[in-house]
């Protein structure tokens, strides 16, 4: 257990910065909304973030059950986590002085998002193949079924440039991780 609290610490400083500069980002919009014009769909992927990091950190409470931890589980999850916030860092800059607004900048990187939010989802996989046997059986076909829906979907992202298919994008990643959560975790 004190492997675990060790690893917890961790991964709580690293989801800690990556909700610090999503929210810093946000806020910096609000701040200054003259300064670079928002993108709602961006904004909306903001939120998305903050939303599966949060159920990320309560989820990763599972990992109390890893009986044998090595360096090789460790670093996993530690990469696992800092995906997290690259993920945070592509979608709000620290200089944006390159870009006329953030829908230039969002298309832009759609290609560097799409493929660090798939690598999200591809680790989700071995992150719950980490948790053990006990916890694996306990995974239903939706699980499955949603880490590949996603996938999919970031495909899609990357390929398509067209405002209203990455629009689109973000309202259904967003409205399937409040049912996920919904219908999983607040049952009790």
């Known amino acids: ?5 060790h690893i917890k610490t961790v991964i709580g400083i690293i989801l800690g910065l990556s909700i610090t500069h999503s929210l ?10 003259t300064k670079i014009k928002p993108y709602w769909v961006q904004l909306l992927w903001g939120f998305n973030l903050f939303l599966t990091t949060i159920y990320f950190w309560w989820f990763e409470v ?7 931890w090595d360096f090789f589980k460790y670093l996993f999850i530690i990469t696992y986590t800092i995906i997290y916030y690259i993920l945070a ?8 002085s390159d870009h006329k607004d953030y829908k230039t900048y969002f298309l832009n990187r759609k290609n560097w ?5 798939a690598a999200l989802f591809i680790f989700d996989f071995f992150d719950t193949y980490i948790k053990g ?11 499955i079924l949603r880490g590949f829906l996603n996938i999919a979907g970031c495909i899609i992202g990357i390929k398509s440039s067209k405002a209203t298919i990455q ?14 959560i919904c219908t999983y975790y607040l049952k009790g």
């Open 89 to 96: 860092v592509t979608l709000f800059p620290e200089d944006t």
């Open 62 to 68: 599972h990992l109390a059950e890893v009986v044998n």
């Open 24 to 33: 810093k980002g946000a806020i910096t919009i609000i701040e200054h909304p």
């Open 133 to 143: 046997a006990n916890y694996v059986s306990r995974i239903e076909i939706p699980y």
């Open 1 to 5: 257990m004190e492997t675990f609290a």
């Open 113 to 117: 998002f799409f493929t660090f939010l």
């Open 167 to 180: 629009a689109a994008l973000a309202i259904m990643f967003l409205i399937y991780q409040v049912v996920w």
